[in-house]
Each structure stands twice: as C-alpha cells, then as structure tokens.
C-alpha cells in the first residue's frame, strides 16, 4: 500500500500472492503499537477491527511487579486478532487496485533476460521486481540462499477468561519471572468473537536448531495458567514450530528484495506486526523510485533501509537479547521493573511520540544504578 501511496498508478501493476485464504488464524499475541496506525494513517488507511485500546504496560520479575500507565488520553497502541486484521488490511490494499491473489503457493523463481517468472500453484506470474515479505520461514529468502540465523524462537498461547489476578484491561503484561529461560511469559487483554478474554502465552529464543531449553514453552505456559487456577487441558494450545530467525538483514540484489519478518525480526519480544508495517512505510517510496528509474539492481536497497526508522529500530534490538536473556538478565530485570523513565521512554516510542529527552537520560542513570546494584 506504500508503493501505490508513492506512486498511485502502479497499483493495478502490483500483485500480492499469499498462500493462506483469509480470513485466516495466526498466532500472534496482538499488540500493536501506534506507531504502527500513524504509519498506516500517513496513506489515508484506518483498520477497523475490534479491538483493546492499551494505556500501560506492567512487568513481573522475581524480586517485584510494577505497574507503569501513559500519562493522557491517547492510547499508545491496541491488541488485535491477526484473522481480523490481516484480512482488513488485505481488503485495503485491494480496495486500491492492486491484485490479490490468495490460496497461491509459489514454487519457485526464475531469472529471464527482461525480469522474472514465479511458479505458482496456479501456473507462472511474470514480474520486474520481487518483494519477499513472505515472514521468517521466507521462501524467497531460502531461494537466495540466504542462511536463516542462529537463532530459533518458540511460542505458544491460548485464549482464557479474565481472571481476578489479571492488571487492568488497558495494560499489557509481561512475566519475567522465570530467570532460567531465554524469553517471557505475556498476559494481553484481547477480544474473541466479541467476548473479552486474556491472550496468555510464552516466547522463548534456543540458539541453534538442535539445541533444547529446560523446559518445553508449552509446559512453561500449562504451569503459568495452573498458578491462575486454570486447567490446561481444558483449552487448545496454539504454537509455532521452532524457526530460523534471521536477525535484521535487509537484503537487495537484482530485482529482488526482502521485507518485514523475511528481512529482520525483534529477538527481543518477538514483535513482528509493527515492523512489517514501518517496513513497508520505507520499502515503498524506494521502489517507487526505483521503478520510475527503471533501476532494478536496487543496489541501494540495504543502505536505505538500515538508515531508516524501522533498519535503526531492528539494528539496537538486535544487540539487546545478551542483556535481557543472557549475563546481563539480573540488571535488566532491576532496571525493568525499577526505572519509570525507561518505561514511559519505551511506552512513547511504542505509541510513535516523540521520546522526552529528559526520560532517556533518566532511564540512562537508571541503568548506571541498576549495574551498580547488581554488581554488589
């Protein structure tokens, strides 16, 4: 949709393929930050789809829970359902005249003298340009025999009734009290066919394909919804398969680029939805260009991207998984769960205000004082 924003008349030349039909389930814990919706906003495109305004964030360590709200009206982002939202935003971008073609599997990829020809399930598609935004497990990506990273990410979930113990429904919460595993538990408050209910899950990132954690996500996730009174066996694990992620490497050669998940993803969290958006907001104007040059090395493609919001965004978060999940987890924890500056810093950049410089220094002192408590 950036593209045809950049340059409205390549929308009846734009083809979308998905191999899914939609509406279709994904998991996804939901969460969106307002960054997100601006980007989406700055084309003239509203996504309405039920959802829960979020207005605070609380977090869980060993040694405390804190709970930090946003000061004002506005939201700083909301939890969606990804059957409902992906399906909306599908139908925005058809709306605008570009094809959407769904139930198609490409197959394969083929280089001709004047661009190139995609097998489908549904016969050949012929195109000058390529955008491999087809997520982590990225066809396309393995087509270029890029390597998939080191890192493997699980992630299991399951809708629950709220429960008593539950923070405010405006709050998304994040579990950091099993120190022993390389990631988090999540409590977000969603709505399921119009019923308010809790997303409740685990992520959780193995480095190296064969390598087990201590304990299986889905078991992790059994006995947080056991400590809230719940029966796991009562309800449907949904999970991902464990998966390569290639940690933020924005990719482009001749008349192909990668884009969103395919290209980078959030170690940290796990994030996704608000990347591939901002993704989308700098790939779309360069391909304009680049089209209206008949430019189709896009040779420029990584430097543009990594100078962009999002290629900054993926660059810091890809170096933070050593602090949060590694020997550094004891001061990022203190300095989670006692820094309101780093919260509310965070809660600005999520929502896509202006961060206060007066926050990031404070939050800086915090990590000084966390480091030094720690050490003691």
């Given at each position: 949709?950036?593209?045809?924003?950049?340059?409205?008349?390549?929308s009846?030349?734009?083809?979308?393929?998905?191999?899914a039909?939609?509406p279709?389930d994904?998991?996804?814990?939901?969460?969106?930050?307002?960054?997100a919706?601006?980007?989406?906003a700055?084309?003239?495109?509203?996504?309405?789809?039920a959802?829960?305004?979020?207005?605070?964030?609380?977090?869980?360590?060993?040694e405390?829970?804190?709970?930090?709200?946003?000061?004002?009206p506005?939201?700083?982002?909301?939890?969606?359902?990804?059957?409902?939202?992906?399906?909306?935003?599908?139908d925005a971008a058809?709306?605008?005249?570009?094809?959407?073609?769904?139930?198609?599997?490409?197959?394969?990829?083929?280089?001709?003298?004047?661009g190139?020809t995609?097998?489908?399930?549904?016969?050949?598609?012929?195109?000058?340009?390529?955008?491999?935004?087809?997520?982590?497990?990225?066809?396309?990506?393995?087509?270029?025999?890029?390597?998939?990273?080191?890192?493997?990410?699980?992630?299991?979930?399951?809708?629950?009734?709220?429960?008593?113990?539950?923070?405010?429904?405006?709050?998304?919460?994040?579990?950091?009290?099993?120190?022993?595993?390389?990631?988090?538990?999540?409590?977000?408050?969603?709505?399921?066919?119009?019923?308010?209910?809790?997303?409740r899950?685990?992520?959780?990132?193995?480095?190296?394909?064969?390598?087990?954690?201590?304990?299986?996500?889905?078991?992790?996730?059994?006995?947080?919804?056991?400590?809230?009174g719940?029966?796991?066996?009562?309800?449907?694990?949904?999970?991902?398969?464990?998966?390569g992620?290639?940690?933020?490497?924005?990719?482009?050669?001749?008349?192909?680029?990668?884009a969103?998940?395919?290209?980078?993803?959030?170690?940290?969290?796990g994030?996704?939805?608000?990347?591939a958006?901002?993704?989308?907001?700098?790939?779309?104007?360069?391909?304009?260009r680049?089209v209206?040059?008949r430019?189709?090395?896009?040779?420029g493609?990584?430097?543009?991207?990594r100078?962009s919001?999002?290629?900054?965004?993926?660059?810091?978060r890809?170096?933070?998984?050593?602090?949060?999940y590694?020997r550094?987890?004891?001061?990022?924890?203190?300095?989670?769960s006692h820094?309101?500056?780093?919260?509310?810093?965070?809660?600005?950049?999520?929502?896509?205000?202006?961060?206060?410089?007066?926050?990031?220094?404070?939050?800086?002192?915090?990590?000084?004082?966390?480091t030094l408590?720690?050490?003691?």
């Amino acid at each position: 949709m950036f593209l045809c924003a950049a340059d409205p008349q390549l929308s009846e030349r734009t083809i979308i393929l998905d191999k899914a039909r939609f509406p279709r389930d994904k998991i996804c814990a939901g969460a969106v930050g307002d960054r997100a919706m601006r980007a989406l906003a700055s084309i003239g495109v509203e996504v309405n789809v039920a959802k829960v305004a979020i207005q605070a964030l609380s977090v869980s360590t060993q040694e405390t829970t804190r709970r930090y709200v946003m000061p004002g009206p506005t939201p700083i982002g909301r939890v969606i359902r990804r059957r409902e939202f992906d399906a909306a935003v599908l139908d925005a971008a058809a709306q605008r005249g570009v094809c959407v073609r769904t139930g198609v599997r490409v197959k394969g990829i083929a280089r001709r003298p004047q661009g190139l020809t995609l097998q489908t399930s549904e016969g050949e598609v012929s195109a000058s340009l390529v955008v491999g935004a087809d997520g982590v497990g990225s066809f396309v990506r393995r087509w270029l025999h890029l390597p998939q990273g080191l890192l493997y990410a699980q992630a299991v979930e399951v809708d629950t009734p709220i429960h008593p113990s539950d923070p405010p429904r405006d709050t998304l919460h994040f579990d950091l009290t099993a120190t022993t595993m390389r990631g988090y538990g999540w409590d977000f408050p969603t709505i399921v066919e119009g019923q308010p209910m809790v997303c409740r899950g685990v992520y959780e990132l193995v480095r190296g394909a064969g390598q087990a954690s201590e304990m299986d996500v889905a078991d992790r996730l059994s006995e947080r919804l056991r400590d809230r009174g719940f029966n796991p066996d009562s309800y449907r694990f949904k999970r991902f398969a464990e998966r390569g992620l290639a940690i933020h490497e924005p990719y482009g050669c001749d008349r192909v680029v990668l884009a969103g998940e395919a290209a980078g993803i959030d170690p940290v969290l796990g994030e996704g939805i608000a990347q591939a958006i901002l993704y989308g907001q700098a790939i779309g104007p360069y391909l304009a260009r680049a089209v209206a040059d008949r430019n189709f090395s896009l040779g420029g493609y990584e430097t543009a991207i990594r100078g962009s919001r999002v290629g900054l965004d993926l660059s810091i978060r890809g170096r933070l998984p050593r602090l949060f999940y590694g020997r550094g987890r004891p001061i990022a924890e203190r300095w989670l769960s006692h820094s309101p500056s780093l919260a509310l810093a965070g809660m600005h950049y999520f929502a896509g205000q202006r961060v206060p410089r007066a926050k990031l220094a404070r939050a800086s002192l915090d990590l000084i004082a966390a480091t030094l408590a720690s050490v003691r």
